[in-house]
C-alpha cells in the first residue's frame, strides 16, 4: 500500500475517490461496521454512511471494556448525524475470553477472536452482510506487522483471510493514511471537532490499559482513572493522555495503617502520527493534582507514578 501523507492528502478527492470504491465493491449488498467513537471508526462508518446509507449496519459492540458513559454518548451523536447505531452487548464473551489471560499478545488475539468470530460472525450470519467496513489505519499495520504490537484489526496483512475464517470480507479504505490524515478527512465528512479531534483510543479499549488479568473489577478501577485523567488533561492539547493500572500492589498507608493497594501509572504524549511520542512536560501542580485526585477517588490506589520515557524504546500504550 502507498502512503498517502497528510500534507498531500487533498481531504475532498480522497472522500469521493473511496465512495466510488467501497460502492463499487459492495455493490448491491449490504455491509456492517463497528462504531467505538474514536476517530478512525467514526470516520469509516461516516464515509460508509455517505456510501451505502441505511445499507451499512453500524453497531456498537458493547464489550465492557468502554470508558464511562461511551456507548450512550457514541449513540447519542450519531443519531444526530442521522446514522443508526444498534448497542450489542457483548461483556459476558468479552470477560469470558479473557479470564485468566496476563500475557499482552494472548489478549490481543482473544479480544481479535471474539471480536471477529464470536460477535461479528453471529451479526453477519443474523443481518446478511457480505462486508465489515473498518477503520484500520497504516500505523495499525506497521506496528503489527513489525512486531511492535498486533493491533486486533489487522488480519489481511498477516495472512489470514476473513472470508475464510470468519464468513465475510473487510474494505479498510483509510489504510493509506495515519492519524494526523484521517482527521483531515473525518472533518470534510461533517464530523464535529469533538471527534476529530479526539485522543486516539485502543480497539482493545481499557483492556490494553491493564496489565496483567483483566476483570471486570480492574476495568472498573482504571475505568474511573481514566475519566479524572481525560479531565484533568482536556486542555493540555496533549495528542494522547491515559491511565495504566499495574499488576503487582505495592505498600501504602492510609488512615495511620498500611494498605496493600494498587498503583496507577499515568501516560500523556506529545505527537505528530503515533510513530514516535514524547512525554507532555507537566506542572508539578498538575501532577500533584492527579495524585490526589485518583488516591482519593478511585478505591484502593495507593500510588501514582508518571511515565516520562519517549516513543521509542516506550510504546503509547502499555499492553
Known amino acids: 500500500m502507498e502512503e498517502i501523507k497528510a500534507e498531500d492528502l487533498e481531504p475532498e ?12 465493491i459492495v455493490g448491491s449488498n449490504s455491509a456492517i461496521n463497528a462504531l467505538s467513537g474514536g476517530v478512525d471508526s467514526s470516520t469509516v462508518t461516516m464515509l460508509g454512511h455517505k456510501a451505502f446509507g441505511d445499507r451499512l449496519k453500524t453497531y456498537f459492540i458493547e464489550n465492557g471494556l468502554m470508558r464511562e458513559g461511551e456507548p450512550e454518548q457514541v449513540v447519542s451523536l450519531f443519531e444526530k448525524l442521522g446514522v443508526k447505531v444498534e448497542i450489542v452487548d457483548a461483556q459476558k464473551q468479552f470477560f469470558n475470553a479473557l479470564k485468566g489471560m496476563a500475557d ?28 465489515l467496513l473498518q477503520g484500520t489505519i497504516l500505523t495499525d499495520v506497521e506496528e503489527t506487522v513489525a512486531g511492535i504490537k498486533r493491533q486486533h484489526n489487522i488480519l489481511e496483512q498477516l495472512g ?56 471486570p473489577e480492574r476495568i472498573a478501577v482504571v475505568r ?8 484533568e488533561f482536556k486542555d493540555t492539547g496533549a ?20 494498605e496493600y493497594g494498587m498503583q496507577i501509572e499515568i501516560r500523556s504524549w506529545e505527537s505528530k502520527d503515533a510513530r514516535t511520542a514524547t512525554p507532555t512536560r507537566l506542572s508539578y501542580d498538575i501532577l500533584d493534582r492527579l495524585s490526589e485526585r485518583i488516591t482519593t477517588e478511585v478505591p484502593g490506589v495507593v500510588s501514582v507514578t508518571y511515565n516520562i520515557t519517549k516513543k521509542p524504546p516506550s510504546t503509547m500504550e502499555v499492553v
Open 13 to 24: 478527492k480522497f472522500v469521493k475517490e473511496k465512495i466510488e470504491e467501497i460502492s463499487a
Open 104 to 131: 499482552p499478545e494472548e489478549k490481543r488475539e482473544a479480544i481479535t477472536q471474539t471480536f471477529y468470530r464470536e460477535v461479528f460472525g453471529k451479526l453477519v450470519r443474523e443481518s446478511g452482510a457480505k462486508y
Open 160 to 215: 489470514i483471510d476473513p472470508e475464510r475464517e470468519f464468513g465475510y470480507k473487510i474494505i479498510e479504505p483509510l489504510i493509506p493514511l495515519r492519524k494526523d490524515g484521517v482527521r483531515k478527512v473525518a472533518e470534510v465528512l461533517g464530523l464535529p471537532a469533538s471527534v476529530y479531534n479526539r485522543a486516539p483510543f485502543p480497539g482493545p479499549a481499557l483492556a490494553a490499559r491493564v496489565i496483567g488479568e483483566v476483570t
Open 224 to 231: 474511573k482513572a481514566t475519566a479524572i485523567v481525560e479531565e
Open 239 to 258: 495528542f494522547q493522555s491515559m491511565a495504566i493500572l499495574h499488576e503487582d500492589r505495592v505498600t501504602g498507608m492510609r488512615g495511620g495503617k498500611r
